[in-house]
């Protein structure tokens, strides 16, 4: 059985049915067309101006969240190979899972979480969710209304990586950089979301990821964990040669691993020490450096990888797609990826410098927030202009506020802020 017939009518169903394309087109599968639409979607091209974990204007080195999405979407592909599903939908999945992350990434997110109480909540996967489905400007259904992309079912499902509404969300743990709890829940659609979101789960099992969205999800980890290290060396953040492990290991503790203990977190690094890249001098910024770095991120994905499909194979005989199969992450693959974002959180996002550079992130977003809700629709792009006029009540237009704030890169955001906010 080939790889796309794994998938059934069910899996390639769109909310809008498509007629068949022109006969002098390519032919395409309809998970080829999925990723395409995701590929050339503007909300994708913004990504190149959106924090990943340092401003994109701060570095030509440093990367920003299109091209983590372009790494993220190669892991996913290559793993997606080798189970045997298929990989256009690991891979859009992977393009798409940053979507909705707002202008100053996850500082953005914290704001909007919060002023959004009202109207149900901010989280940048649901808004992933609704801008593949409603704000992204492609289809419109019978009644007139943008059904986003148009995406196959399933790949909308493997774009979910928290498939349950806010409601049902888990209570949020750790601290922010700057000590502070961490307040923003985890969940992957807004209640006025869930038609589209009810009828992209049928068929799922509860509120378990589908595998393709076990795939994206770990495929992210693993590229951030390794990358976030790469940039924060070069930047000279972060030295492998000389950890105050002490300090680290309170920041796996207070962000990713509550209940690890030193021992078992020493035990990971020695674990991580063995492979043969990595470094037993500082980086010294030449060339030969450089390529050295290069090895150990490529080791590294290797590694976490390569484990995963072991492990993954081993658990059953498959096919591992959509909800025959799960992925299976070694507990040691997991502690070895929370340790070098630990490296990463407590070098990179917890410096002096980074966090006095949020607070005034999050003040600005505030001030946009606050000036956009009172002006109206006169301050906001057409589209949301036109939600906003379509708005049942206060709430709905806060979404609209919310929504036009979110769509903003880095550099718009301060724009925006600089001409209405005075």
């Known amino acids: 059985m080939s790889t796309e017939e794994l998938y059934d009518a069910a899996a390639r169903e769109r909310i809008v049915p498509e007629p068949p394309k022109r006969v002098d087109a390519p032919e395409r599968t309809a998970f080829e067309r999925d990723r395409a639409r995701l590929v050339h979607a ?9 924090t990943q974990v340092v401003g994109p204007q701060t570095d030509d080195f440093v990367r920003n969240r299109l091209t983590h999405s372009l790494e993220v979407a190669q892991v996913a592909r290559d793993l997606s190979r080798a189970l045997g599903s298929q990989p256009d939908i690991a891979e859009t999945a992977a393009l798409a899972h940053d979507l909705g992350h707002p202008p100053f990434g996850h500082n953005g997110e914290r704001v909007l979480a919060e002023l959004s109480a009202p109207c ?4 940048g996967n649901a808004q992933t969710l609704r801008l593949l489905t409603r704000l992204e ?24 990586k928290y498939p349950w509404p806010r409601a049902r969300a888990e209570a949020p743990h750790g601290v922010h950089a700057d000590g502070s709890p961490r307040e923003v829940s985890k969940f992957g659609v807004y209640d006025d979301d869930r038609p589209v979101f009810d009828w992209m789960r ?13 795939v994206m999800d770990l495929a992210d ?17 972060v030295d492998l040669t000389l950890l105050d492990t002490a300090a680290v290991w309170e920041t796996v503790r207070d962000w990713y691993v509550p209940d690890a203990t030193d021992d078992v977190l020493d035990e990971v690094l020695t674990g991580l020490r063995t492979q043969g890249s990595w470094p037993a001098t500082p980086y010294d910024g030449s060339r030969r450096g450089l390529a050295a770095l290069k090895n150990l991120t490529s080791d590294l994905i290797g590694r976490f990888c390569g484990a995963v499909q072991h492990a993954t194979y081993a658990a059953g005989e498959g096919p591992f797609v959509r909800y025959r199969a799960d992925l299976v992450v070694p507990e040691a693959t997991r502690l070895e990826i929370a340790v070098l974002k630990g490296i990463a959180a407590r070098y990179v996002m917890q410096a002096e410098d ?24 006169d301050a906001l792009q057409r589209p949301f202009a036109e939600d906003w006029a ?24 301060v724009e925006w802020h600089a001409r209405l906010c005075r």
Do not use: W
């Open 120 to 123: 149900g909540g901010f989280e």
């Open 390 to 413: 379509a708005a049942a009540d206060d709430a709905a237009r806060l979404r609209v506020v919310v929504d036009q704030v979110a769509s903003l890169t880095d550099a718009s955001a």
């Open 42 to 50: 503007a909300a994708s091209r913004r990504l190149a101006a959106k």
């Open 221 to 237: 980890d693993v590229a951030y964990s390794v990358h976030d290290i790469e940039d924060g060396i070069v930047a000279g953040r």
């Open 137 to 160: 400007a492609k289809t419109f259904g019978p009644d007139g209304a943008s059904v986003g992309l148009n995406l196959t079912r399933a790949t909308l499902d493997a774009c979910t």
């Open 354 to 377: 980074r966090v006095a550079l949020m607070e005034r992130q999050r003040a600005l977003v505030a001030d946009l927030v606050g000036t956009l809700v009172d002006r109206g629709p």
């Open 202 to 214: 049928v068929g799922a099992v509860g509120e378990r990821q589908c595998l393709e969205a076990q």
